[in-house]
């Protein structure tokens, strides 16, 4: 099978290829799925999983990527809930190789079943943003009704998600970003907009919950925003940052099928939508996550056509 993988960690970016592989084998409770739609993250090549096991061994050269749709080609000796042909879609584990390729094996309950009418590559666009979103703001930003959220990024793949789910659940969103995401971050639904590079973040005023994507000094400031009890969730990284009559708290996100399966509800019905930016082949991906162009959206690759 074709796939794309690193080598070399140095290399970043430049050091992804195009191979020939092995096809997967399906272990206990694991399926082979065969990848239609696939999603990557650039900080990826950060993520000590991509380099090393859990007993830190090397383990290159890796597949990337962790974010797939596609149908289920094999089962493993164990595994139910899932049959073959079925049509799929989900997270793969850290520290296996992942969905940039035509087959991948990974485990069953991290993967939930992609209704027909919804397609592939909206299915490969939403595993990580959104169970991100949805883990941050209601595992553990527990936001309520009435709340507000401040959202960064909210044009991006996560924030854009971020603020449609907590429209929803009756919260009042705040988006950020530059100043040319501004009619995209209230077409998904934000309240209001902040351009962080002109517009003055601490005129907002208090707020509930703050959502970070991004860290460092706008971390910091957003910190000093929230109102008493209320939480700093972030996805950059452990912080030192603490509101000062609130909390912080820094996650990982984790696959689970539940949540998945609210999610396609969601789009299926018209609440959600996910935001795709660029959809390239698998042939031109390694091109395309070279390229110096500003991506807008979740880059998906398209694996078969």
């Known amino acids: 099978m074709k796939a794309i993988v690193v080598t070399d960690q140095a290399a970043g970016m430049a050091g992804m290829t195009l191979v020939e592989r092995t096809e997967p084998q399906a272990a206990i409770n694991d399926v082979v799925v065969q990848v239609h739609a696939a999603g990557f993250v650039n900080t990826e090549l950060e993520?000590?999983?991509?380099?090393?096991?859990?007993?830190?061994?090397?383990?290159?050269?890796?597949?990337?990527g962790h974010e797939l749709a596609g149908v289920v080609t094999a089962l493993g000796y164990g595994t139910t809930g899932l049959s073959i042909g079925q049509?799929?879609?989900?997270?793969?584990?850290?520290?296996?190789?992942?969905?940039?390729?035509?087959?991948?094996?990974?485990?069953?309950?991290?993967?939930?079943?992609?209704?027909?009418?919804?397609?592939?590559?909206?299915?490969?666009?939403?595993?990580?943003?959104?169970?991100?979103?949805?883990?941050?703001?209601?595992?553990?930003?527990?936001?309520?009704?009435?709340?507000?959220?401040?959202?960064?990024?909210?044009?991006g793949a996560v924030g854009s998600v971020v603020t449609q789910l907590a429209r929803e659940a009756g919260a009042y969103v705040i988006g950020t970003g530059r100043a040319a995401d501004r009619r995209k971050a209230l077409d998904f639904g934000a309240n209001e907009f902040v351009d962080l590079g002109n517009d003055a973040l601490e005129d907002i005023g208090g707020v509930d919950l703050v959502f970070d994507v991004?860290?460092?000094?706008?971390?910091?400031?957003?910190?000093?925003?929230?109102?008493?009890?209320?939480?700093?969730?972030?996805?950059?990284g452990p912080t030192n940052i603490r509101p000062a009559d609130g909390q912080a708290i820094d996650f990982v996100v984790e696959a689970d099928?539940?949540?998945?399966?609210?999610?396609?509800?969601?789009?299926?019905?018209?609440?959600?939508?996910?935001?795709?930016?660029?959809?390239s082949a698998l042939g031109d991906a390694v091109d395309t996550f070279n390229s110096a162009e500003r991506r807008t959206g979740k880059t998906i690759i398209r694996v078969r056509p």
């Open 47 to 64: 993520w000590p999983s991509t380099w090393a096991d859990r007993a830190f061994r090397d383990r290159t050269p890796s597949i990337l």
């Open 214 to 236: 991004i860290g460092g000094d706008v971390q910091k400031r957003s910190a000093a925003l929230i109102r008493a009890g209320g939480t700093l969730v972030t996805v950059v």
């Open 87 to 155: 049509r799929v879609f989900g997270l793969s584990d850290w520290h296996r190789d992942g969905t940039l390729a035509e087959y991948v094996a990974m485990e069953a309950r991290n993967l939930a079943p992609l209704p027909s009418d919804v397609d592939f590559e909206v299915g490969a666009s939403l595993p990580i943003s959104g169970l991100t979103a949805w883990q941050g703001l209601f595992q553990h930003g527990h936001l309520q009704s009435g709340q507000s959220v401040l959202a960064h990024g909210a044009a």
């Open 257 to 279: 099928r539940a949540q998945l399966s609210e999610m396609v509800h969601r789009i299926r019905d018209g609440r959600l939508r996910t935001n795709i930016g660029k959809v």
